[in-house]
């Protein structure tokens, strides 16, 4: 089992660069048409993910009106590294909500 990797533990080349990751964050965003937060210091690299066997990026986001009532249920986009663009979301129990 590889573990994750916060990008300053990332020793090696990666296709997707941060800021080609926040656009994708940002456009999941916009198309929700409705206020997220989104927590920056989650980023994390997985170099084999459990769901498409390949790199993904995960990134932290919560809806705003959902954090009022639960504040630690954040979503984690997945974003294909080989892609460049979001690929599953998963809930904070890691159950996949959205496959795209």
């Known amino acids: 089992m590889q573990?994750?990797?916060k990008p300053n533990e990332i020793d090696f080349r990666t296709y997707l660069s941060e800021e080609e990751i926040w656009k994708?964050?940002?456009m999941y965003?916009?198309?929700?048409?409705?206020?997220?937060?989104v927590d920056k210091e989650s980023l994390l690299y997985d170099p084999e993910s459990y769901v498409t066997n390949e790199p993904v990026w995960y990134v932290d986001v919560i809806s705003k009106k959902i954090k009022e009532r639960w504040p630690?249920?954040?979503n984690s986009l997945a974003i294909s590294d080989r892609e460049g663009r979001l690929v599953y979301v998963q809930n904070d129990?890691?159950?996949?909500?959205?496959?795209?």
């Open 3 to 5: 573990k994750m990797l």
């Open 29 to 37: 965003i916009r198309e929700k048409n409705e206020k997220y937060e």
């Open 93 to 100: 129990h890691g159950v996949v909500i959205e496959k795209f």
């Open 24 to 26: 994708i964050v940002d």
């Open 72 to 74: 630690d249920a954040y």
